[in-house]
């Protein structure tokens, strides 16, 4: 029996509905649904709770999340080390890796059943924070890492370097090393280039820098990117793809680099990144 892991957002209104419709509309076509025990426990759905270990990873074809693109990454990065294909349901705005909106799931669900998809391989960083020579924390990231000032009006000083070569030292709000996946989130917004997920290259973008010398860099992937922090307070943070946090102090060094992780996103027959692009900017 075909077994698939269901991973929703608790906090979205509909997820219970949706889960529940999902779980008899599989279990008659002979697919068995699962879900982590402790989502399940919140939803009230312990006729699906699973616990997410080895011995059942290896049982799981593929998952569904059902959320928006900040569930996904979540989802994405706790189940990495298995490999899963992942299928976005989305229920919040229009999303970049989500690949299905709630009304057209169940259509297109036989497609996905039937192996009848493309896979979209998207590329993770890591980031290791090191003080005075000793490694602190090691964190994993599917969009982006984030240096960043704390909530007053002093920038931090921020000493860049690409393979240890010396780059500049960027005084400004932050600065933020993206994958092509994240190029479309933070560091947009920043003013980053939008750059095709395929590509095997990160961007290095800064935040309100009070320098001439304001442009992103993109980089080969197989580069490393070092960045110190200069500053004498300690509201610096590092963040995550926006969702795990860690305080900084003056002398902390950030190393990005490649990951060995990968996560595939199931596509449709004939998925574009560029349909995906053009939907976004007509969305807003």
């Not at 000493?159 to 190029?183: H, K, M, Q, R, W």
């Not at 395929?198 to 820098?209: A, H, K, M, Q």
Request: hydrophobic fraction near 45%; charged fraction near 20%; aromatic fraction near 8%.
């Amino acid at each position: 029996m075909s077994k698939i892991l269901i991973w929703p957002n608790p906090e979205k209104e509909q997820v219970r509905s949706l889960a529940q419709q999902i779980y008899r509309w599989l279990e008659k076509r002979g697919v068995q649904a699962v879900m982590p025990t402790d989502l399940a426990r919140q939803l009230d759905l312990d006729a699906m709770a699973c616990i997410t270990d080895e011995a059942t990873m290896q049982e799981i074809d593929w998952v569904m999340v059902l959320g928006g693109d900040g569930t996904l990454l979540l989802a994405a990065k706790q189940l990495m080390r298995w490999n899963k294909p992942i299928l976005g349901v989305n229920l919040g705005h229009l999303g970049f890796l989500t690949e299905v909106e709630v009304p057209d799931l169940f259509p297109t669900l036989p497609l996905f059943l039937s192996g009848e998809y493309q896979l979209d391989l998207r590329h993770l960083l890591t980031a290791e924070v090191t003080r005075l020579g000793r490694s602190l924390i090691r964190y994993e990231a599917m969009n982006d890492v984030v240096v960043a000032k704390g909530p007053f009006a002093r920038l931090v000083n921020l000493e860049t370097f690409v393979d240890d070569a010396y780059v500049t030292t960027y005084p400004a709000d932050g600065l933020i090393v993206a994958t092509p996946t994240g190029s479309t989130a933070y560091s947009l917004s920043a003013g980053g280039p939008i750059l095709s997920p395929d590509l095997g290259v990160f961007v290095v973008t800064p935040i309100c820098p009070h320098s001439f010398f304001d442009r992103s860099v993109v980089i080969d992937a197989q580069q490393t990117v070092k960045i110190r922090i200069r500053a004498m307070h300690r509201e610096t943070l590092l963040t995550v793809d926006g969702q795990e946090g860690f305080p900084l102090e003056d002398g902390d060094e950030i190393v990005v680099s490649a990951s060995t992780h990968s996560v595939n996103l199931m596509r449709r027959p004939g998925w574009s990144f560029f349909h995906v692009l053009r939907g976004w900017r007509k969305g807003y």
